[in-house]
């Protein structure tokens, strides 16, 4: 929430100043240790007309929900890595449907999903 907030607290900013900026949708995200448990989610988290996924290991928790191939949201708990992947491959709209079991371990990273974004313009 955040994160979100803050963006648009930028433009409303800008634009109180005369900048005639342009909100474009964020994907909301949150990061936050409770207890000494990291819990990062992002997009939806409601299960309504979505594949879902669920694993549970070692006191972790993580799931994924997938559209049409695509990554449209995730509730982990414990350790992830690369936490900006998560975000950037739901930003661009990239199939993971070959990258399910990475998803749901959060051990995805741009080296393995590079063969699907070397052609993103950034």
């Known amino acids: 929430l955040w994160p979100v907030a803050v963006e648009q607290g930028k433009i ?3 634009n109180m100043a005369g900048g005639g900026l342009e909100y474009s949708e964020e994907i909301s995200r ?3 240790t409770i207890f000494g448990q990291t819990i ?3 997009g ?5 007309k979505f594949e879902v996924y669920k694993e549970h290991f070692a006191g972790e928790y993580r799931k994924i929900l997938i559209h049409n191939d695509k990554l449209v949201g995730f509730v ?3 350790e992830v890595d690369s936490p900006g992947v998560y975000l950037f491959i739901m930003k661009n709209k990239i199939n993971v449907s070959e990258n399910i079991n990475l998803l749901l371990k959060g051990a995805l990273s741009y080296p393995v999903i590079y063969p ?3 052609n993103i313009v950034f």
């Open 30 to 32: 949150n990061i936050l």
């Open 40 to 42: 990062f989610t992002g």
């Open 116 to 118: 699907s974004i070397r």
């Open 44 to 48: 939806i988290s409601t299960e309504d």
């Open 76 to 78: 982990f708990v414990g």
């Open 12 to 14: 409303a900013g800008a």
